[in-house]
């Protein structure tokens, strides 16, 4: 008997002395748901890393964001690698003396590094580095973060969206939304206005993930795996399984966080589905590859009959095979399906709705089948281009 392949087990965790400055088997549907300068012959800069081999990528991601050159970008690395050096060494020297260090300017040309005793200025200036004499040692500025901390992990606290060891001004800070929020937290850390500054902040933090086909995701008591990152008028999102959810189900990411709502489903008849995401999650262009590095998507040309297929799913993660049959029609349970692709991947229950994917192309959405990944078996995928017509997305591609 063929059944979707959808799992239904949910499977689911700076110290100052200054006032407070408060400004601020059978065939199944897969919904298988469940639950530094190198030289011009490469020669290697102060990182030991020739400048060969360093990422074209950073350098150009370097070049936009920081406002650099090529040169200069690759100067900065170099400084950085060197000053992290120079810090780790000062820091074993000075011990609880040692209060911090940072790089400045463009090109990370200046070391500064923070004492609590003049003496030492000298040592520091010695390795190349500027000194700064401060108040309170690292050591005793990390002692009241852990404090507020320990505190945290007791009661997460509301309004203060973030506390940290400022080492420029050596202080801890605690950013909330307002005194009586900064208050509460500070009562449940034993802390006072003396012991750290406070300052108004209007953040309000949230997680960041990707949308990569083959992630899990859940809905109510069950687990389907994504499809394709798409976008659309509506906003962004994925393709999956139509029988994985029904228009306004909610679902939540691999890392239990408020992910989106389904904006369109069809089952039987077809079997494809598209969820809006939250602003938490960003499209990507991957699949992944449970280990086998993720899989970039370039398009969606559909393979011919006979050519290799590989699938990524939540529960059984990256099996490949082939294209056996197009324009196939399955009956499940449920109802009976029209236009699949029959491949001899195996899949098991929660690998609904994941991603088929031949070379760059994506293929479709695993839908169901029969059999499982230790004895093999038929599943059955929907093509992703109908689903995309369907719903008026656009594939993200890379």
Avoid at 14 to 43: E, M, W
Avoid at 223 to 243: E, I, K, Q, Y
Avoid at 251 to 276: C, I, K, L
Avoid at 312 to 317: A, F
Wanted: one cysteine or more; charged letters at 15%.
């Amino acid at each position: 008997m063929v059944t979707p392949l959808k799992s239904s087990a949910f499977r689911r965790r700076t110290l100052t002395a200054c006032a407070a400055t408060l400004a601020a088997g059978g065939l199944v549907l897969a919904g298988f748901t469940g639950s530094a300068n190198a030289d011009q012959n490469g020669a290697s800069d102060r990182t030991g890393t020739a400048a060969s081999d360093l990422s074209p990528g950073l350098l150009d991601a370097m070049q936009q964001d920081l406002g650099l050159t090529s040169a200069e970008a690759k100067t900065r690395l170099a400084n950085e690698s060197s000053a992290a050096k120079t810090a780790e060494r000062l820091e074993k020297a000075l011990g609880d003396r040692f209060a911090g260090a940072r790089v400045s300017g463009q090109t990370a040309d200046r070391l500064t590094v923070s004492t609590t005793s003049a003496a030492d200025a000298r040592r520091i200036s010695a390795a190349g580095a500027t000194a700064q004499v401060v108040e309170h040692g690292l050591a005793e500025l990390n002692g009241v973060k852990k404090q507020l901390d320990r505190a945290a992990e007791k009661n997460s606290p509301r309004g203060v969206p973030s506390w940290y060891v400022d080492t420029r001004e050596n202080r801890v800070v605690v950013e909330a939304s307002g005194t009586r929020a900064a208050q509460a937290f500070l009562d449940e850390a034993g802390l006072t206005t003396k012991d750290v500054t406070v300052r108004e902040s209007d953040l309000k933090p949230r997680t960041f993930a990707n949308i990569r086909g083959g992630d899990a995701y859940y809905m109510g008591g069950g687990r389907c795996s994504v499809g394709f990152s798409v976008s659309g008028s509506g906003g962004t999102g994925f393709v999956t399984a139509g029988h994985c959810g029904t228009v306004g189900t909610s679902t939540t990411g691999y890392n239990q966080q408020a992910q989106g709502t389904f904006r369109g489903s069809t089952f039987p008849g077809r079997d494809y589905a598209w969820v809006e995401t939250n602003s938490s999650w960003t499209p990507t262009p991957t699949v992944n590859g449970y280990g086998n590095g993720d899989v970039r998507v370039s398009g969606s040309t559909e393979a011919v009959e006979g050519a290799s297929i590989c699938r990524s799913g939540s529960t059984t993660g990256w099996h490949c095979g082939s294209v056996q049959l197009r324009n196939t029609s399955v009956t499940y349970p449920q109802g009976t399906v029209n236009g699949v692709t029959r491949t001899n991947v195996c899949a098991e229950p929660g690998d609904s709705g994941g991603s088929f994917i031949s070379g760059s192309q994506a293929q479709g959405m695993t839908s169901g089948g029969s059999g499982n990944c230790s004895s093999g078996g038929t599943t059955f995928f929907q093509p992703v281009n109908p689903a995309l017509q369907a719903y008026g997305l656009s594939l993200t591609t890379g």
